[in-house]
C-alpha cells in the first residue's frame, strides 16, 4: 500500500505543477473524488505487494 500511495503521491504532484497556472479546481475535485472513492472501494489495492507474497 505504502508503494501504491507513493506513486500516487508522484503522479498526482506532476498533475499539480502541470495545472497549477489554471483554474484548476473543478479538476482538482475530479481527480481527487476519484482517487477517494478507488482508494475506498480496494480497486486501487488489488494488487499484490511484494511484502505480500
Known sequence: MATLLEGL???????ATYLRHG????????????TWH????G??????SPAAS
Open 9 to 15: 503521491n508522484r503522479t498526482l504532484t506532476g498533475w
Open 38 to 41: 478507488r482508494l475506498r472501494s
Open 23 to 34: 483554474a484548476a479546481k473543478r479538476t482538482f475535485n475530479t481527480v481527487d473524488h476519484h
Open 43 to 48: 480497486s486501487a489495492a488489488n494488487t499484490a
